[in-house]
């Protein structure tokens, strides 16, 4: 298994604040990777840092054995990355279809820079994968719908197919079923695990609910104050006792 995402010996102080203390994190190809901690441990610090929307004080990141830690994040973008957020950044004017339009044509734009003099009949190729993406992430619904007035999760599912259109490698997800219902999250990590199968992704998780967490990840890495305490298969993170004091333990309710 070669490796994507390799960090190491990662730090992020904002001022005197020690966010992140010596992050060791890396994920393999076809890797699921969820990173689980308290609310305030720093997981959107470091998927901030990883996915260059921020610099990080000290410490490396190479993806696909690239040193990419001074790269801005949209390089990141064009190297595979897709990322979403812990509330869902989507055109929110804009309907349901014409958001996941823009991806496409983003994507297009940024490889192949010609393309613009084929937009006549591009125009239609990018409609219909537009198309099959609403259907695919089930928001044919939803198609003409403004994504402001979109429900929580369908705004979530939203932002997932725009970061597919983007056909990333590495899709990192942001706490993806935070505030979702039961039944929301249930479906939501259905579709997560179906759009990282058919698309040979690997994939970067953060998430509180541990039912999503043992049921998506190969590898689980707990963040608390700002360090990795432990690393490793879920049955073993599952078992570690420092884990479930912290994590599953007293606050398991919280997590
Ligand atoms: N831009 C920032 N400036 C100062 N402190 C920040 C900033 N971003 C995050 N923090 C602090 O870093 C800590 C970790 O935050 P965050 O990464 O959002 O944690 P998590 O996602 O695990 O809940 C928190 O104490 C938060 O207040
Ligand atoms: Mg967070």
Redesign the pocket.
Known sequence: MSTLLDARGIF?D??R?K??KNVDLDLGEGERHVVI????????????VLSGE?RPSAGTISLNGRDVTHEAGFMRTRSGVGRSF?VARVFLEMTALDNIIVAVEAREATRRPWAGLLRLSAARTVADEAESLLAALGLAAARETPAETLSHGDRKRLELAMNLALRPKLLML??PTAGMSPTDRQAAVNLIDKVVRENGLSLLL?EHDMGVVFQLGTRISV?HY?EVVVSGLPAEVRANPLVREIYLGRNAGHA
């Open positions: 992020k904002y001022g604040i966010v992140l901690g308290p609310n305030g441990a720093g997981k959107t610090t470091l998927f901030k921020t812990q942001d706490e953060t963040l700002g």
